[in-house]
């Protein structure tokens, strides 16, 4: 390693094809964006690299084939080679300690200086420093930076930050167990969020679909509105032909309408036809509007269910929290005919999500203990459903929040009388486990398990039940 720069060299030394001894060197560069790696020969001229860096193009230095291998420029002093006078003329130059260094010295952070400070019970404002404690803050941190290259380091996390340490080593801070521990973990988040995302892109693809679907309806609906227009017409038509002329080329007639006083009512024609034939046509439009009205609205009921499981389901994927919870909505997803024109996305995501648990038929929602009882809340609509017809016993009471997306919840009471404070308690889990879980005031309704009922037939999650009653809380937390 170059000082506190973040390069690592690593040599290697083998064997060419003509057997000749060589040496080579990998020089690893962590400088986030700007990180590369590159390879050198025994004069340090570059091999090749993984970025190919040219000044023509922008680039503070070279880095191609056969050119010599140059440092990036420093943007910062090295603290190694500093000395106390230095240090304090620069600690000088900004009131927060951790500011100044990071600022000014090439490969410390800011994080590293708060948590140094606090382990030797230093202040953070230089003000609040006298001469003797930046002579101990400079011999401390010059101790600290001479251990670099023995292994009594540790690893420690700040809040969202990490930084290394001098306390005493245990397996899990130990620098290399603590790298791998760390990128295992990316790795698995990684994983789990480009898998979350495919689903939940998978569900929002048939969402969309069901909304204009559903926007087509009720502009359906919207143009049958006019069929009692076209009956009227038809029957003053009708009751007035006595009246009227038969012959063709009339583009409209003017008439008393008995349905609104006699008013005058002018009625278009089609001047093609007689005034009987434009009287039969209005009739065949008004039943036409009528039996498509009948079927239109039949069909927006069911759209409207389908679009508020498939809200449902995106909700379950944006609050899921674990692999395994994914995997059961995508279990879910599958065995559902609402999806199965998304066979290529549903491919995406197998080919994308990570292995893949085997599936069995097991539930396993959250549990709570709450005054003694076990109050258990659906991860999603299977659980759901589990929790609402299959858990939950007759005198068991049953959550859930009022007109609001939220996971079903059970109290076990085991025949015991349930307090007040348990049903609020039980009510602001279930408010926390919603879509309104960062509002206020929250209804959630609770009634007695055998009031909960699932229409046959109904999507997953999905339940209708009565005798209920309604508490208004703020979410668990909040």
Known sequence: MKGLERIIYISFIGYNELNDLIHKTLV??????????????????????????????????????????????????????????????????????????????????KCFIDSFLSSKHLPKNYKDFSYDQIKQLYASLQ???????????????????????LTPVSDDLATNHFLDTYYTQKEEQEAYTNYRNQLLKSVLQVLKKTQKKLSGITEKIQECKDMDTYRIYGELIT?????????????????????????????PLDETISPSYNAKKYFKKYHKLKNTLIFVDKQKKEVEMELDYLESVAYEVENAEDLETLEDIETEIQENVLFQNTSK???????????????????????????????????????NDYISTKLGKNEDLWFHTKDIRSSHGILKCNGSK?????IL????????????????????????????????GSKPGMVIYTNYKTVYVNPKGI
Do not use: W
């Not at 922008?58 to 291998?69: C, E, L, Q, V």
């Not at 032909?241 to 003017?254: A, M, Q, T, V």
């Not at 349930?418 to 348990?422: L, R």
């Open 418 to 422: 349930v307090e007040e404070k348990t």
């Open 28 to 109: 690893i560069e962590l400088m986030g964006k700007h990180s590369n790696i590159i390879l050198l020969n025994e004069s340090g001229s570059v091999i090749d690299s993984m970025r190919h860096l040219e000044i023509t193009s922008g680039a503070t230095r070279d880095i191609m084939p056969a050119r010599k291998y140059v440092l990036p420029p420093s943007h910062g002093k090295d603290f190694l080679s500093t000395s106390l006078e230095d240090f304090e003329k620069v600690l000088q130059e900004e009131e927060m300690i951790s500011d100044c260094i990071s600022h000014h010295y090439t490969g410390i952070s």
């Open 345 to 383: 996305m549903q491919a995406t995501i197998t080919k994308k999500r990570p292995n893949k648990r085997k599936v069995h038929e097991t539930y396993e929602p959250l549990l709570y203990h709450i005054d003694g009882f076990s109050f258990y809340i659906g991860k999603n609509n299977k659980q």
């Open 143 to 165: 101790e600290f930076f001479a251990q670099l290259d023995t292994s009594s380091f540790s690893c420690q996390k700040i809040e969202k930050d990490y930084c290394l340490s």
């Open 425 to 456: 308690a039980c009510a602001q889990l279930i408010a926390l486990h919603s879509r309104a879980k960062l509002s206020s005031n929250v209804p959630v309704d609770y009634c007695f398990a055998k009031f909960v009922k699932k229409p046959s």
């Open 239 to 267: 009751a007035n032909l006595y009246r009227i002329d038969d012959s063709k080329n009339r583009k409209e007639i003017s008439l008393e309408n008995y349905y609104d006083n006699n008013q005058m009512i002018s009625i």
